[in-house]
């Protein structure tokens, strides 16, 4: 049941994020915004993760 609620709770808010930038206008194409937010993306992930780890070994 506490698993379930765990991958809930990573999922949901990817979810909530997602389906409204869909609705926003495109960018026009000489804006570069691809390189420094897929680092914070994965920067924000690793991060997330190591906090989960982290509190389930505190357990």
């Given at each position: 049941m506490k698993n379930l609620l765990y991958k809930t709770?990573?999922?949901l808010p990817a979810l909530l994020?997602?389906?409204p930038a869909m609705a926003q206008p495109s960018?026009?194409?000489a804006t570069p915004i691809d390189g420094g937010l897929?680092?914070?993306l994965a920067?924000?992930?690793a991060y997330g993760i190591k906090k989960?780890?982290?509190h389930r070994?505190?357990?």
């Open positions: 709770l990573l999922v994020l997602v389906l960018a026009p194409p897929s680092i914070l920067a924000g992930g989960l780890r982290d070994k505190g357990q």
